[in-house]
């Protein structure tokens, strides 16, 4: 309508403001769009580092280890995980509510003991659980070896956890190798996994 | 009954196509190429006119109905039906000339008398 | 109107969001089932019946009797379990803007909605023809008699 | 048969490429017969879908393991009932019924207005045909449902929690409320396209966005109801991400109903319509996402797959798509508005359509803020119940009172006189309702008391209009109550629905806020012939018992339930065993006590070996109001959508009009 788009005209021309008010209006609702759009995709990828990490292994490739540093549950300080360049490390993820990480844990220390730390060194992570919990499992399991806590479950994220317990194998190098085994290990799952560790 | 096996979604697959094909090439072939109803720019206006008097016919009803059951006020009513009114009837008017000029409009619609016990 | 809405938004978010002094001092069970998550599940503590949630609920119902107050509490769920654990996003720090952005941004855009609505309700009536100035009355009668059909019709 | 369905299926993507790409050249080169054949691929597209969908229903019923999807969501011990709805039970087959419904509902709408988008808005085809492309490619390409694999000899079983017969409705009515919005969607940007920014758009999609928001409603309460009866917690809605999902776009719909009503009505609002129903389309892609994507964490974890990365893609590609289309119009589009006061009918859908809006934005912001603190600061954290309770309360009181106050506000300008006395008998009414429930002890909760006092102003205000209403039509000469009333909603079917819905709405509140208010509730450890007590109400711990059936095991707890004495019989509350599955399901006893408008519910959380149960009561107050909600909302839609002739009629005449011809209405 003709008289209709004079006074719109007119009006946008009384208040020159109005004009830069709407491409205000409309630059803030893109960006925002497209702000959640890229914090979406770069969740789905970052998402997805966890599963890269499987589907590489599963390719045949060895991925380096996502690095951490957590609070030891048996000792003090924390523990890094590239500190531990030059041994051969079974990265096991536990909590103490888990039913199958009572059958693990003996099996896990009876090889610590095995190899010597020297060559050898399992490392557990605790995650989503109570400290004093961990710490009575360790008491009452005689574990030896290093647990740390994973507060918020975030490197359990990292190494691509869905479950209680879930093992991954790591060589001299700071690689993953192997099988990340997801449930109880099993005796032969662990000497085989551990021949590939050890070897290279 | 093996050949039957991989034939028969073969044959079936085929007849599907076949038939989707057919249903979506009959309006080039059966239909002709008129066209579009509308030579459509000079229709856009009196498209607007006419959306813009039912709009103030539309209101102007409403006006009168929330007027009678007291949600609009006599004042109210008063200082809206003026111009409401004068909104309706000058799409009215131009909505006019583009119609036949030598036939009256209205002149075919609901009669007066009607219209006075109806509203 | 909308800005009579936004006050009463305001005071009733006021009334609302502090919990009441007692339930900080004394909390109870079924309250904090509702404002802690299952860890492993992503659901309230409430609707969890997986082990860590039976251990939670241990935990809080110990704390409880240890007269702990609610904040203290969710305090030491945080540093066992990461901030996760609170079903609601703490009042602070950048979290704070989880909470903020929705009201600001009502504000904001009820604050924009009101300008506008405000400027429109101040714009002219499309420039009046002058023959019509006088409205209702001054109807061409023939034009009156019209409309009065139309209306007629659109009533059938 | 995997053969079948997936030639089919590719048949289908094939179609709905030509749809789009003939459709797009016949809209810009003005081409009507090639248009009417993409119109006729695009149905042909549906016919072929229906073809694939049947071939997987049936793959389902022959229990054709070779098929993975069979295989992994099916058993033999499955109810045949159960495997037609196991067509949905897992993602390839969900994104067919997502296809199905698409292409269905598209059809529909092209069909039943063909003329108008072969002559007027010719872009709605290739715009259908485009989305439709895109939902075919996705089972053709990356998550094929006739994926075939060495038959294994008994499936993995469905999961259990689906196994329900609400389950068996709850997802297509969902689709279909999710999915027909792409109907108004299309045909907006359609209008856009074709540069055709009159009001019929507006009316030729007004009964397909009604029937989408419907369903979606609908299909939101039927999954409320599903929760509280299946899940057993004693809640029916627990603000997860995937229920989210669905509310988010139903706010957003709902806002859209309101004000797209403002520009019948006076020409004003136009971009911000468009803007709103391409808002409403994208949420509902943004919550097939969540659902789909495994992105965020959720109870409805369905699988990690790899559709997040393509569905995002298309999420970007509608929302800059639209902006585009939307932000090249502008100058078409913007009219000048006229507001002629602040207090009036359009003023209050402009501050109903704020509040709609910033809760579902809101809602949005609350699924993606963990995200957005994992990437800036790595610490993940949860946005939950709490969250969203608290802005229900700053959004949603707000919009109750406004629920009350519009329908009382004329269209243009209510003066403060005028409003005073609309007022008056509901806000008496309402500080009458406030006062008795204050006597009555719900002072309690004061959200809860100004939540029913806001309510009995709303349900008010209805029925103030419907009384006044009813008397003028009587006084212009109806001869009957009755027939005043039947006149009065049948002279405007939307406004009388959509306060159908407003009662919905408050009914709604009403069991809302009186369930998660006012409830109670407690747990005991119990050895059979024990007690236990909520709220007046005792059960009494009977026993056991255990029904086999070829699919699950059902274990029984008996409890004999009484109010103050007063036997009101005997309630099974326990566990079903899925044995295929391997999963405990609960199975909670629901007493509904009509009487004092409560649901006394027992759920059976733990059974021990020595027989003792932990025994969780809830009784919830007025929650049985929500379901009836449910039932009202129904009805008030159907008022609303009921074929109008009177507007047919009208319309008819406009279009012969605008052809420069006379109607024919005699």
Known sequence: ?200 | MMVALIVLPVILTAAVTIAAMLYVASPLVRESELPRASSADGLARRLELVEERDRALAALKELEFDHRTGKVSDRDYREQVGPLRRRAAETLRALEPAAKPDRPAGSRRATPSRAKVRS | MSVRGLLLAAVLALLLAPPTAASERHPTLAELEHEVMCPTCHQLLELSDAPIADRIRAFIQARIEAGDTKSEIKQRLVSEFGEAVLAAPPTRGFELLAWLLPILGLAGSGLVIALLAWRWTRLKPEAAKPHLVNGFSELDPKLARRLDEELALLDR | MAFFGQAVLLLVLGLLGYATVAGSYAAVRGRRRLLSSAVNAFVSAFACTVLAAGTLVLAFVRNDFALSYVANHSSRQLPLAYTLAALWSGQEGSLLLWLLVLTGVGAAALLLNRRLVIDVLPWTAPILGGIGAYFAFIPNAVASPFATQTAPPNGLGMNASLQNPYMMIHPPLLYLGYVGLTVPFAFAMAALASRRVDERWVVASRRWTLFSWTFLGVAILLGAKWAYESIGWGGYYAWDPVENAALMPWLAATAFLHSVMVQEKKKMLRVWNVVLIALTFSLTLFGTFLTRSGVINSIHSFSQSSIGGWFLAFIAVVAAGSAFLIISRLSILRTSTRLESLASREAAFLYNNLLLVAFALTMLWGAAFPLLSQALRGVSISIGPPYYNFFLRIFGLPLLLLMGIGPLLAWRRASLRSLARAVSWPLLFALLVGAMLVRAGAGSSLPGLVAYTFSAFAIAAVLVEFVRGTRARKELGDTTWAGAFTSLVSRNRRRYGGYVSHAAVVLLAIGVVGSSVYNSGRTAHLQPGQAMSVGGYSATYLGTKLTRSASHDALRGQFELSYRGKSMGIVEAGKNHYKVEQFFANAVGIHTDWLRAEDVMLIGDQFDKDGSVFLKIAVNPLIDLIWIAGLVFLIGSVVAMWPDAREKRQLARRALEIDGRRPVVA
């Open chain 1, 1 to 200: 309508m003709s008289a209709a788009r004079t006074t719109a005209e007119a009006r946008v021309a009384r208040h020159p403001s109005s004009g830069k008010v709407r491409a205000a209006l409309q630059t803030v609702g893109l960006s925002l769009v497209a702000l959640l759009l890229v914090i979406l995709a770069m969740r789905l990828v970052s998402d997805s580092s966890g599963r890269r990490l499987d589907k590489a292994l599963a390719a045949g490739k060895s991925p380096a280890a996502p690095d951490f540093s957590l609070p030891r549950l048996n000792g003090d300080g924390r523990l890094r995980l590239s500190s531990l360049r030059g041994r051969t490390v079974v990265l096991n993820f536990w909590a103490s509510w888990c039913v199958p990480c009572k059958q693990e844990a003996p099996l896990l220390q009876a090889a610590t003991r095995r190899f010597g730390s020297a060559s050898l060194v399992v490392v557990g992570v605790d995650a989503q659980d109570f400290r004093s919990d961990a710490r009575r499992f360790i008491a009452r399991y005689g574990l030896t070896y290093p647990v740390v806590h994973d507060n918020g479950a975030s490197t359990a994220t990292h190494y691509n956890v869905t479950g209680f317990p879930e093992t991954w194998f790591i060589d001299r190098s700071g690689h993953l190798v192997g099988e990340h085994v997801k449930g109880p290990l099993t005796r032969r799952q662990l000497a085989e996994n551990l021949a590939i560790a050890l070897k290279r």
